[in-house]
């Protein structure tokens, strides 16, 4: 079993429409917890950034942690086509400094104009 | 600035063939990794260094080897390539303490797509 699995999609919905990405994971020393976005043919770039529990805003993008469940989800308001990409989830554990992040596989979406 | 460039963007190898693959980040950054990432798996880290002249195993090292003489640059060997190793590589690139986004902000390059016959 995977330490963070995530759909891989690919998931297809109408512009202005709410998305919601989702991840599970394994491991509960995992604190931090990213995502990052990936154009076709593009490195990752960090989206979201969330440390322990809760949820954090910024513009159309929500970043939601339920420790607990062990389960993250990105949502994504009034979606545009320029949103359409792979969203790559990603966590770390509490030491500070080089520990490595875990990703998830990705999930592809498009956003249908 | 830049931020993080690779050369080359792709490369066809033969089976046994060697290369290396080059990063390089104009920012300053202590910590740099190289990733590979396939279909249905995900990045997955090779190796990493937290500085110049060190260098660290990751999760899947077997088959590759790295060096990192200057801070800006990271390499990553193939002493002879299989075909296994046919996949997008990814370099990243991260401050020692925080970045602006937190303290996990790896920046990218754009990637070099390796086919190994």
């Known amino acids: 079993q995977k330490e963070v699995e995530q759909d891989p999609g690919p998931l297809s919905v109408p512009e202005g429409a709410i998305v919601s990405l989702n991840c599970t994971y394994s491991?509960?020393?995992?604190?931090?917890f990213m995502w990052y976005r990936q154009y076709s043919r593009k490195g990752p770039e960090l989206l979201m950034y969330?440390?322990?529990?809760g949820n954090k805003e910024d513009g159309r993008f929500t970043a939601q942690v339920d420790k607990s469940s062990k389960y993250i989800s990105l949502f994504i308001r009034d979606s545009q086509p320029s949103d359409s990409a792979t969203y790559l989830c990603?966590?770390?554990?509490?030491?500070?400094?080089?520990?490595?992040?875990?990703f998830g596989t990705g999930t592809r979406l498009t956003i249908i104009p | 600035n830049a931020g993080v460039t690779q050369t080359p963007k792709f490369r066809v190898l033969k089976t046994g063939q060697s290369m290396t693959l080059l990063c390089a980040q104009d920012?300053?950054?202590?910590?740099m990794y190289w990733y590979r990432q396939d279909p249905g798996m995900g990045l997955r880290l090779i190796h990493y260094?937290?500085?110049?002249?060190?260098?660290a195993k990751g999760e899947v090292p077997d088959g590759y080897n790295v060096s990192r003489l200057k801070k800006q640059n990271f390499l990553l060997g193939l002493e002879s390539a299989a075909p296994s190793q046919t996949s997008v590589y990814f370099c990243?690139?991260?401050?020692?303490?925080?970045?602006?986004?937190?303290?996990?902000?790896?920046?990218f390059g754009p990637g070099t797509r390796l086919l190994v016959l």
């Open positions: 990603a966590m770390s554990g509490s030491n500070f400094g080089n520990e490595k992040l875990t």
């Open positions: 990243a690139s991260r401050h020692e303490l925080y970045g602006p986004k937190g303290r996990e902000t790896q920046y």
């Open positions: 260094s937290v500085g110049e002249g060190t260098t």
């Open positions: 969330t440390y322990s529990s």
């Open positions: 491991n509960s020393a995992f604190q931090y």
């Open positions: 920012m300053n950054h202590e910590y």
